[in-house]
């Protein structure tokens, strides 16, 4: 984002607390690249659980996408997104990580609190990463609270179907909401043999379906349906109470969720993706782009251009070099 400056700038003050005083404080301009970038203001409602019942109710698809810090939460609740998962898939997109299994609950409630402080009308939901809630109900819970309390997020995700349940259950009683994972569970790609789509025989699908229908019934307010046969998804949303979000399961379920780094085009040229993922943008030949032409313009000298720096008034100036050439 541009820094737009008024010549004016010894008119406007900080106050003691850091905050800008004068025109600056109601315009929104920014006078350093330090200055805070607060999130627009948003006409929309805020998103709840009765929000999107009422959504799965009337049949209207959910709309859900991952973000890993303010920029790509804020954009996300601009774009009108119902629902902001802070997906433990930051691990590789933001950390640089192998996989998902090495972030830990406090990396993870670092960024849970800066898509909090972007995301102000989405329904926020925060991954529990691996090692923070399979121990026992108990700990799921101790980790659920820490969760809430300190990343602001307003659910959270856990991986894991029937042999969860309890947990979930445990969680959901103390007040907190629950966003199931079933199918592909990227934590546990280990014991899955890989990334493979799971429910494609029909004992896979009906453990599917006992899965789907143990976390409702331990009273997750929703599930996510990851790399299932279409048809086989499209089935179990039918059975169930609550929505399916899927990934990489077809057009059945009551909503969708993206990485929003796969879907935006972030990165570059070359880069595997899953059969399931849309590339809606190119944002990384964008960045390049305009960092290139940055590179060229700062090596060529025309920039900064004139309009980019501060004025001083003539008379300051010429007074300034007196001095300082009299200094010699």
Not at 47 to 75: G, W
Not at 237 to 255: D, E, H, M, V, W
Request: include cysteine; hydrophobic fraction near 40%.
């Amino acid at each position: 984002m541009q820094n737009i400056v008024r010549p004016a700038f010894a008119e406007h003050h900080s106050n003691h607390d850091g905050r800008r005083s004068g025109p600056a404080a109601t315009t929104g301009i920014r006078y350093s690249s330090h200055s805070p970038l607060s999130a627009a203001s948003t006409t929309r409602k805020k998103v709840t659980i009765p929000t999107l019942q009422a959504m799965h109710k009337r049949n209207e698809p959910i709309t859900m996408i991952t973000a890993h810090d303010f920029p790509s939460a804020h954009v996300a609740d601009q774009a009108g997104m119902d629902m902001v998962l802070v997906g433990d898939s930051l691990a590789m997109v933001a950390l640089g990580m192998e996989d998902t299994s090495e972030v830990l609950l406090e990396e993870m409630i670092l960024h849970c609190r800066s898509v909090a402080r972007g995301a102000k009308a989405a329904f926020i939901v925060g991954d529990l990463p691996m090692g923070s809630y399979e121990v026992s109900p108990e700990h799921a819970l101790q980790s659920a609270i820490k969760m809430v309390k300190e990343g602001r997020v307003h659910a959270i995700k856990l991986e894991g179907g029937a042999e969860m349940a309890p947990a979930i259950a445990k969680i959901t009683t103390a007040g907190i909401p629950v966003l199931a994972h079933i199918g592909l569970t990227p934590q546990r790609q280990n014991a899955l043999g890989g990334f493979r789509v799971q429910g494609k025989s029909t004992a896979g699908a009906l453990k599917l379906l006992a899965d789907a229908l143990a976390v409702q019934e331990a009273g997750a307010f929703a599930v996510v349906l990851e790399a299932v046969p279409a048809e086989v998804a499209a089935l179990v949303t039918k059975k169930l109470r609550i929505p399916t979000i899927g990934i990489g399961a077809g057009n059945g379920c009551s909503g969708q969720v993206l990485v929003q780094v796969d879907m935006s085009g972030n990165f570059p040229p070359g880069r595997s993706l899953p059969k399931f993922v849309k590339q809606f943008g190119d944002v990384w030949s964008e960045a390049r782009r305009a960092i290139e032409q940055y590179r060229t313009e700062v090596k060529g000298r025309s920039y900064p251009a004139s309009e980019h720096t501060y004025p001083m008034p003539k008379e300051a100036y010429t007074e300034f070099e007196r001095i300082v050439d009299s200094q010699q």
